[in-house]
């Protein structure tokens, strides 16, 4: 086996085959600077004293990510010794094929802190750019990114306080995997409990075929203008969050398809990208450099509804902040298509906007004509001979025909563009209309010609960058009526299901989910069944906790604009509205106010739209925590007929329950709701459905798997079923005792902490987080059996799954304590770890719920068989990794109030309310407690370190000039000072981090 310093050998000889310039000589701060220097006045044409070139490196070295990021990017001004301004850039910016390429190995920068040493280094006129770090050991992508934000947190590091502030991209690669990802600021690098973080990639081809081989990888990602490109052109600085983002192959590949398309003008062309897979981004990037093209007059992102109108606008913004204004109708649209201005170059519009424009006949044209004015048409005839380029968003929606001929006849030097995830192909061109009659869309390829690129939804699945699919295909208990293929399950029915298989299907709530049904009338049935069964529900079982359930649908236009643009693809609605209007409106009437009592909102019928969007706010709300923001906050289930079944995404969103007729592009447009990727917890996106789609999914996999073996691809698109993953679980299982036995012991969780040997931890770890993982997924099966539920308990009890837990906690926090200390010499086993500390964590047993069950366990009035005895919440407590920090607080406490209530003659028990303030002060007296243990074992007045540890909380931020202020009565010498210092940072460190609650305090990173 290669060792990494042959493995660094080798891709330098490659980067060498490349052309890259390999300087040997650079291996310090120093030596990294001077080459630096002679790039900048080489490029710049200016010799700078060395009291200038001081200056100005002290200028441009800062530890703000974001801000290096733009100034590699700008031309900046720097003021010379003689008070004259020095316009400069740090690359040539206009082409930056021109730059020079170096490469550099093994830099050492030494720090005040620490002599931080890296593999690799990419410079571009002298600017290190790119940081490449080799290893032999096997890499999981997030111990990639995991290990550089170890390296970047380290007080030593470079990052900060030499040229490595302008590292853009870092590389991680074993030889055999390969995993690049942007460089961010501290707070977008940061692992939290959900294990949220950004988005690691690897390379693809343009038949998105994986390229992870580091040589070849090297060959298609590493050429000098490639990179060059890739980060002058297809990195994107997101300005509202102040965040780095580096575009994916594939919609590189697609942006460089319609800029060429457009360079040559071979005319147009459709992008076939999954639903999902970050379409928004694609077609922003294009737009941006679209605005720098002499040739393109205008260039228009078109979408079909004033929502997407809406979202368009606001994810352009915040790629760039104010990069497009909203056109608040037709005549500020015109303005700004005759408009000279820079700014108005890229607009995102509205189709119906667009058409009105171009339409002689609407009612606004005619009153202008009648007026002796110029009609919208007629202003727009400057751009008649003008290149135009018009991006489609999800081009294939019904009103699209209607509008497309009148664009492209007006437009005749146009090139028009779409993006779509699910294509109308022969096969899909046909449907049913709402009053039985049969409607026809025009094929993507009839009206764009040609596909420029394809990712499909079998590739992101693939990829990891969406979800497969769980299809629960409910057949009722009953076995008469399950026996008749063509009989309706009663709504009642349909409501009970759901109520019971809510809370697997969304991990105890952790997840929300939309219901959409047939109609409005259903609608309107449903939501009221809701009520009335949830309402007995309560009051026949006190544990039952209701679901916020939430419903929307449009309302009658009653020639209200934005409700009939906004039906115009709601065709159900649309139709359902001509039917009794007055009955649908008095019945959403009724909705709104509803939900104006549960949520204390303001909305009304008249106000319709803000209504739907506080309805997609609350659904995005489910990221927060029941802690952060109450569940009574949050939407459950929202019942809908079209809405929010395209164009709506949530990565908190997990289920769809379907009482509704689906087929094809409609059917993969509202599965692919569920199917947004975040964290282990949310293995895939849950479809349970009521109308026995499973024809309709097979032919939509067909048509849209971009695959020819669609047998194959539905194994790529669906989950197994469950008596698969079970014994997928039972071999898990099996792995798992045949190792114990290995050790000499039994496979129980008491036996774990016997283990011998980080090896043996480790491999522990893995074997026990497999079962986890599978657990968590069939943990959120809905259509698992009794007999199968008996099978999985067999295998594996619930208290004994707990216990293990606990086990796993307990070792993981150890050894992760391990890794966090002492990088340089842990043992590879431990290095490599990746604890996936999410799967451990409960969504129901949080703080509050712990201790309520406390509050049980001391009331001697509650019956045994009813709460919990004290070694069952001290085994739940352990078993859930969202309480490892509380862990050993709470045990003692119930330890406490375990003595409280023997030695009590009277136990009447005590509150929750009465639990938690106890708790709160139990903490504070053990806080008190080891502060004066500590000023007593180093000699320090309690007083003065009481005070000093209260300034640090009060502002959440160390103070070195503090610390030396509380030893200063010592009387120490510098050197003995220095070694008291540190021994009782040791000490504090743990306590000051636990008072902090999960809070950053900042600057306490140096002594950790």
Known sequence: MKNERQIENEFIKKL?????????????????????????????????????????????????????????????????????????????????????????????????????RYDVILL????????????????????????????????????????????????????????????????????????????IYEFADKNNNKITNLYEFANCFLPKCTIGELISKYMVLVVSEQKLLIMRPYQIYAVKAIVDCIEQNRGNGYI??????????????????????????????????????RQTRIEFNKFQEGCVEENTNTESLVKRLTSDDYKDKVIVT??????????????????????????????????????????????????????????????????????????????????????GTIGSYKTTKDVFEKELHSYTITNAIDDGNVLRFHIDYFKPDDTQIAAKADTKISKRKIVEAILSKHDAATYNRRYNAIFATASINEAIEYYDLFKEVQKQYTSTDGNFIPLNIACVFSPPAEGNKDVKQLQEDLVQEKEDNKHEPDKKKEALKQIIDDYKQQYGTNHNINEFDLYYQDIQKRIKDQQYTNVDYPHENKIDIVIVVDMLLTGFDSKYLNTLYVDKNLKQHGLIQAFSRTNRVLNTTKPYGNIIDFRGHEDEVDA??????????????????????????????????????????????????????????????????????????????????????????ATIEALLPEDTVRAFRGAYLDIAGRLKDEQ??????????????????????????????????????????????????????????????????????????????DRFIKSSEENNGLSEKEVMEGYQKFKSEKSSKKLISISEKYGIESGSLEAFVNGIMERMIFDGEKLIDLLEPLNLSWRERTQKELELMDELVPLLKKMADGREIVGLKAYE
Request: hydrophobic share 35%; net charge negative.
């Open 16 to 116: 060498i085959d490349l052309k890259y310039v390999y300087r040997e000589d650079i291996r310090d701060k120093f030596s990294l600077e001077e080459n630096f220097r002679k790039h900048f006045e080489r490029l710049n044409r200016v010799k700078l004293s060395d009291s200038e070139f001081i200056r100005l490196r002290d200028s441009i070295i800062n530890s703000d990510v974001f801000e290096n990021a733009k100034k590699l990017r700008e031309i900046n001004t720097f003021k010379r010794d003689d008070d004259t301004p020095l316009q400069y850039t740090l690359v040539n910016l206009k082409n930056w094929c021109k730059n020079e390429f170096e490469v550099v190995n093994q830099l050492r920068i030494n720090t005040e802190n620490s002599n931080h």
């Open 124 to 199: 571009i006129n002298g600017i290190p750019v790119v940081q490449i770090e080799l290893k032999t050991l096997q890499i999981t992508p997030k111990k990639a990114m995991e290990q550089i934000v170890n390296y970047k947190n380290d007080p030593g590091n470079g990052y900060t306080n030499s040229l490595l502030c302008f590292i853009q991209l870092f590389i991680v690669s074993n030889e055999t995997n390969t995993y690049y990802f942007a460089n961010n600021r501290k707070e977008h690098f940061s692992f939290n409990a959900d294990e949220r973080f950004l988005p």
């Open 272 to 309: 076939w990208h999954t639903t999902g897979s970050g379409k928004t981004l694609t077609s922003f990037k294009t737009s941006t450099l679209l605005k720098d093209n002499p040739d393109i007059e205008k260039c228009l992102f078109v979408v079909d509804r004033k929502d997407l109108d």
């Open 350 to 435: 509205t189709i119906q906007k667009l058409g009105l424009a171009l339409d002689d006949d609407s009612k606004r044209n005619q009153e202008k004509r009648k007026k002796g004015e110029l009609t919208f048409k007629e202003r727009l005839l400057k751009l008649q001979d003008k290149r135009m380029a018009i991006i489609f968003d999800e081009c294939h929606r019904s009103q699209f025909g209607d509008n497309h001929e009148a664009i492209k006849t007006f437009f005749p030097k146009a090139q028009l563009f779409g993006f779509t995830g699910t294509p109308i192909f022969e096969e899909n061109s046909n449907y049913k209309q709402v009053d």
């Open 700 to 789: 939509a996999i067909r048509l849209f798997s971009g695959k020819e073996n669609s047998e194959k691809v539905k194994e790529i698109w669906l989950v197994d079923p469950a008596p698969i993953m079970i014994k997928k679980l039972e071999k898990a299982v099996d792995e798992l005792e045949q190792f114990m036995n290995t050790q000499g012991l039994e496979c129980k969780p008491e036996a774990v902490s016997n283990l011998k040997g980080d090896m043996a931890r480790a491999m522990f770890i893995d074997r026990f987080k497999q079962i986890q993982r599978l657990k968590t997924q069939l943990d959120q099966y809905t259509d698992i059996k009794e007999e199968q539920v």
């Open 820 to 897: 966090e200390k002492d990088s340089h010499n842990m043992s590879p086993e431990v290095e490599q770890l990746d604890f996936e500390f999410v799967l451990f964590a409960s969504a129901v047993i949080d703080y509050d719920y712990i201790m309520a069950l406390i509050s049980q366990y001391t009331q001697s009035n509650v019956p045994k068989k009813e709460k919990m005895t004290k070694k069952e919440l001290i085994d739940l407590i352990a078993s859930t990794s969202n309480l490892m920090d509380e862990r050993k607080d709470i045990e003692e406490y119930i330890e406490e109030l």
